[in-house]
């Protein structure tokens, strides 16, 4: 059913497939609230992150103690409360943001990159190329994502760079999988054909045809991963793998504040809240996507 | 059919290789071993600690201790724990009763919520009931596992004293707590699954049959459709119960539930390589026999896969 | 019916009896957490808490409960008493094991020897109580106590803090089958402390050890270990063939329960009896909270230990540099919520050879002021500042690496966080990777035991420290008898660690033990090495 749309679009000049393509998913993607509402929460945290720095400074108001004023309730002058230190957390949750997205988003990145690009040698090429990575994909995808985690980290190391290298290389084996099966379904149509009987390179053939062509699952699994590099971030940070203080991440902070979850609730409620709303704006914009893209689900 | 079991069984052995090869290499650039760790504080003479790393069969490079290992592990023994001297086998039995309960109980939870919900949206489909169902079943995906255990706990046990705030005594009351943490995860997976496959079903012709035979709508959705839908439905279901007997760490430490997972932890902080490497193997094979077994069940529910089963070369998994 | 009616109503009685009775420890306890000064606190509760038990046994008619639950937060690794020294595996070791004497709040009480006497201070005779079984049936007499102290000589794990012990005991020899004699190779005024660790030198069978690998497990105390499951439970039971006082309760649980929250929770929930070190952020709950009481102690000294190799910490000025920037108060009012006392030197607050008067030796006390830390920097190999990385394990002190962070900045030392786990922290020692590592210690006896920080290689030497005046006073100190010359040996000790700054001392934490007012017969220990043995719960 997947291979009938791509299949009948294609006549259609190169350009002007893409366009429409575009417009018929954006189209479908509208129709769906729940995602657009995700959308529109996602550009708001995309954006409240890139000017975390213009917003606050970082050395004077988000990792400056004030012990003076630690612990203190939500109030005008402190919206989220104060935590142990006297940091304001509404401001920390706020740069906590940059850190939790960037911790996500590199490590999916990672993940794209390398899944990526095996997926598409292993579904290209095939053979004995597409067994071997083929097996070194289940060995990783057959241990548990969270205690690979937990292995990578205790092995590599506690820091952000370590944190988000083993989130990443978790998330390699999806991406090899999404893309590989992608890649089968459309590395036999004619336009594929076609570029290798024109004598088109291996490289331009793949970059050009293939990729572009099964980017959609692609593009689905991105939004949820990143999703779900963010809650594995703080299941790390609970188990102290997580980021290096005094950074602002929101696992860290919710992990912090844990001792505190009776006493002074709020010191986990607005980090866990941030870290909700994120994980649920991303989650139904990669379920909208995932909808918009495959024509099956619509009537 | 037996072919494809004994393909599959196979086809374990070099991903089992493969595991334990990992993470033999993960735990050896750790830094720090059990030697370093039993000295503590210690001033030992070089001896001593000479003495020590050859007790623990440390002395070896890497490549001479894992091939040890795996002859061992050909034999199908899993060694004995550095860290307790007990074996890694006898370990891991006296703990997978209170984690394969909890992974039990955490997937009918999961079942519960998500199943219905996943009905609704597909029913509704594109409707604001549709938002909303699909939008209950992400919120347990989107709050991180212990912050929603410890308020739990603080609600459940402390406020209204109904259940038990940790460990396992072998009830059912013991079970809710953790099983509703971990369980609130999954139904993500298992709506969406749910959902998609219902709206496959939904409009197909035979459907229609028997809504002209004028069967309530009730009655062709729960009966009928569900039925077709349920095979992806359980496969997921069945991945998702392999997924938390493997890893559900998270959960077991905040409740202190005697599990596999707080062991595991606790083994990788202690480098107890032995018991690292033995949980894991353990958790990959029971989490691809349990896979087999579902796509087996699979089969046996529906011709149509028994008959791909039965000619086609390799399987993929999607 | 009214034969319901009746039991009801006596029930009710009882009671209310019972109710009056740990009302009356209610009232002292309370006004013991009120209490700032913490040793105080610390040192009053003890009888207090006993004379509670007492009035509580003797209310006729008590049922207790079968079995006792401890929720604790530390992993107890092995059950073998000589490879570990931490105060949460002494807890079962004071159960199951029993050293020649008893030593409780500075008086010492016999235990498996009847008697002792002491020539000289360098020989000691022990006469052995006779009858005694371990748990495996074996009987104990001299040849154990020889196997005992053989064993922690040589076996490699034995604990640093043991083995130093050990080594400063010449030779014990068998007179007969119930008396030995203990050769010292120095006089040491802390022996029979030593000898009552319960921990380092409780009495292994002989027979036992060479029957099984873990035969260390056997000793001759009030119970058995009957289930080790190290990252969930260890469980001992009676010992009905025990010797001494039996106790009332059948069967002790200590549960791991790793989440601070989570064990209190289920101590105010009623699945476990004593909830050993609630949150600091949470004493005030159980204050709160009618039904329990809790036990508070000073505990170990944190440090801030330097690695004296290592550049830039391996110079004094710029470690004093640091000590003068450094505020003890607002790390425990930041990191501790204020449930902690300021450490001004390095030793343990409580013992007699604790001195900080630096003032009357012409020094200052560390506090922060940051015109001598510049001072100090200035006059340092490094003028303008370094960067420091701090090492450490713990979310607490992932805090208060935070606020020295924030504190240090104000001098231009840049801190760096290194988190790590113990495995980790092992091998940057092994490799003699580290700069700062935080740390605290538990001096658990009177005397000398901070001697182990200081001098050269020590057993909690982690610096790398060494200093030929210190050790040759701390010799001296072992071996003087005269109380006031042993006082100024130590004062002149503390001040050159004072003025050399290998270790900064930090603050003394306060530590709590809450219990549900039900539980009785707990020996609370001022140095929070409680005794479990005979605790019950009422019904």
Not at chain 1, 81 to 104: H, K, N, P, Q
Not at chain 2, 124 to 141: E, P
Not at chain 2, 232 to 244: D, K, N, R
Request: proline share 3%.
């Amino acid at each position: 059913m997947n291979q009938n749309t791509v299949s009948s679009s294609e006549s259609v000049t190169k350009k002007y497939k893409k366009r429409s393509q575009f417009a018929e998913i954006w189209r479908r993607f509208k129709q769906n609230k729940g995602a657009m509402v995700g959308l529109f929460v996602v550009f708001v945290i995309i954006f409240i992150a890139v000017f975390a720095d213009v917003l606050f400074d970082y050395d004077t108001q988000v990792t400056a103690m004030d012990i003076a004023n630690r612990m203190k309730e939500p109030c005008m002058e402190h919206l989220f409360g104060t935590d142990e230190m006297g940091r304001d957390i509404f401001i920390r949750v706020l740069y906590g943001s940059r850190a939790s997205l960037s911790v996500g988003a590199m490590a999916t990145l990672i993940g794209l990159i390398v899944g990526m690009t095996l997926g598409c040698i292993a579904g290209y090429f095939g053979g004995a190329i597409e067994d071997v990575i083929m097996r070194a994909t289940d060995i990783c995808g057959s241990i548990p994502h969270i205690l690979m985690g937990i292995a990578i980290v205790s092995a590599l190391g506690v820091s952000t760079m370590n944190l988000i290298l083993a989130l990443g290389f978790t998330s390699i084996s999806s991406f090899v999988r999404i893309t590989r099966a992608a890649v089968l379904t459309v590395r036999n149509q004619e336009y594929v054909e076609a570029g290798r009987a024109i004598g088109q390179s291996e490289a331009k053939i793949i970059f050009s045809h293939i990729l572009p062509n099964c980017l959609s699952p692609i593009i689905v699994q991105v939004t949820l991963r990143i999703a779900s590099a963010i809650v594995a971030a703080s299941s790390l940070s609970f188990l102290g793998l997580g980021v290096k203080p005094p950074s602002p991440e929101w696992g860290a902070l919710l992990s912090a504040g844990r001792t505190y979850v009776r006493t002074k609730p709020y010191m986990t409620l607005f980090p866990g809240l941030a870290i909700m709303v994120t994980v649920l704006a991303f989650n139904l914009v990669g379920d909208g996507l995932r909808d918009a893209l495959d024509p099956k689900l619509r009537k | 059919m037996w072919r494809y079991c004994l393909r599959r069984i196979l086809q374990l052995i070099p991903i089992i290789i493969g595991v334990s090869f990992l993470i033999y290499f993960l735990m050896d650039i750790a830094p720090g071993d059990i030697v370093l760790l039993k000295m503590g504080d210690n001033n030992m003479t070089a001896e001593q600690i000479e003495a020590l790393y050859e007790q623990y069969g440390l002395n070896q490079p890497l490549p001479v201790r894992y091939l040890k290992y795996m002859g061992r592990l050909l034999q199908g023994d899993l060694g004995i724990s550095q860290a307790t001297g007990e074996p890694v086998m006898d370990m891991f039995m006296a703990r997978i009763g209170s984690t394969a309960r909890l992974a039990i109980a955490s997937v009918l939870v999961s079942i519960i919520i998500s199943i219905p919900l996943g009905i609704i949206s597909a029913v509704h489909d594109g409707t604001v009931i549709d938002n909303v169902a699909s939008f209950g079943t992400l919120l347990g995906l989107s709050i991180p596992n212990f912050w929603l255990g410890l308020v739990l706990i603080i609600v459940f046990s402390l406020k209204l004293g109904w259940l038990p705030s940790n460990g396992d005594d072998g009830t059912i009351k013991s079970l809710i707590l953790p099983a509703i943490t971990i369980g609130t995860s999954l139904t993500a997976a298992l709506g969406r699954t749910t959902r998609s496959s219902m709206l496959d079903v939904i409009h197909q012709d035979y459907l229609r049959t028997v809504r002209a035979k004028g069967a309530s709508e009730k009655i062709v959705i729960w009966k009928h459709a569900l039925k077709n839908a349920m095979i992806p439905i359980l496969t997921v279901a069945g991945e998702q119960f392999a997924g938390v007997l493997g890893g559900s760490a998270l959960t077991e430490t905040v409740f202190a539930w005697p599990g596999t997972g707080r062991l595991l932890i606790d083994s990788i902080n202690g480098r107890d390589v032995t018991t690292v490497t033995g949980l894991l193997i353990l958790k990959t094979l029971i989490g691809s026999v349990i896979i087999l077994i579902v796509d087996l069940l699979y089969a046996a529910v529906d011709p149509r896969v028994r008959a791909r089963f039965a000619n086609s070369g390799r399987r993929k998994k999607k | 019916m009214k034969r319901v009616l009746a039991l009801v109503l006596a029930t009710i009685m009882a009671l209310s009896l019972v109710a009056c009775s740990s009302g009356a420890a209610d009232n002292s306890a309370a006004t013991q957490a009120d209490a700032q000064s913490a040793t105080e606190a610390a040192k009053a509760e003890a009888p207090a808490a006993t004379e509670a038990a007492a009035t509580e046994a003797a209310v006729p008619e008590v049922e207790y409960k079968e079995e006792v639950i401890i929720g604790t937060d530390t992993k107890v690794n092995s059950l073998d008493i000589q490879e570990n020294c931490a105060i949460a595996s002494g807890y079962i070791y004071l159960m199951t094991h029993e050293p020649l004497v008893h030593y409780y709040e500075g008086e010492f009480f016999p235990k498996l020897a009847e008697t002792w006497e002491n020539k000289d201070g360098l020989e000691y005779t022990f006469h052995l109580r006779k009858g005694i079984k371990f748990h495996d049936g074996s009987e104990f007499s001299a040849d154990d106590v020889l196997f005992t102290i053989k064993r922690a000589k040589e076996n490699p794990t034995t604990h640093a803090n043991v083995k130093a012990f050990v080594d400063t005991i010449e030779s014990v020899t068998k007179v007969d089958d119930y008396t030995v004699v203990f050769k010292l190779t120095e006089v040491n005024n802390d022996f029979l402390i030593d000898m009552s660790k319960t921990g380092s030198l409780g009495m292994l069978s002989e027979e036992a050890c060479a029957a099984a690998e873990d035969g260390y497990k056997y000793g001759t105390g009030p119970w058995v270990n009957s289930e080790f499951f190290a990252e969930d439970h260890i469980t001992v039971v009676r010992n009905d063939d025990y010797w001494g006082e039996l106790p009332v309760t059948k069967k002790v649980t200590f549960r791991l329960i790793p989440e601070a929250s989570a064990r209190l929770i289920a101590l105010e929930n009623h699945e476990i009896d004593v909830c050993i070190y609630p949150d600091a952020s949470e004493y005030s709950l159980v204050e709160e909270n009618p039904e329990l009481d809790m036990f508070t102690y000073t505990s170990g000294l944190n440090y801030i230990f330097y690695n004296v190799d290592q550049a830039p910490v391996d110079d004094p000025n710029f470690r004093l540099a640091l000590a003068y920037a450094t505020d003890n108060q607002q790390i425990i009012d930041g990191a501790l919520g204020g449930y902690g006392v300021p450490a001004t030197t390095t030793n343990s607050l409580t013992a007699v050879s604790f001195f900080d008067d630096f003032e009357s030796v012409g020094q200052s006390k560390y506090t922060r002021d940051l015109d001598k830390a510049k001072e100090y920097l200035a006059k340092s190999k490094y003028p303008n500042g370094a960067t420091v990385t701090i090492q450490f394990t713990t979310g607490q002190r992932e805090i208060i690496s935070q606020i020295l962070q924030s504190q240090w900045k104000d001098i231009g030392v840049t801190v760096e966080l290194d988190k790590t786990d113990s495995a980790g922290r092992a091998a940057a020692k092994q490799e003699d990777k580290w700069q700062a590592y935080l740390a605290s210690v538990a001096y658990t006896d009177a005397g000398n035991s901070f001697s182990e920080t200081f001098v050269t290689d020590g057993g909690t030497n982690q610096m790398g420290w060494s200093n030929a005046r210190v050790d040759e006073l701390f010799k001296q100190c072992a071996v003087e008898t005269d109380e006031a010359k042993r006082y100024e040996m130590y004062k002149e000790i503390q001040s050159i660690i004072h003025e050399e700054c290998p270790a900064y001392p930090m603050y003394y934490a306060l530590k709590a033990i809450a219990y549900n007012k039900k539980v009785s017969g707990v020996k609370w220990e001022s140095r929070g090495v409680m005794e479990f043995a005979y605790a019950k719960v009422e019904k």
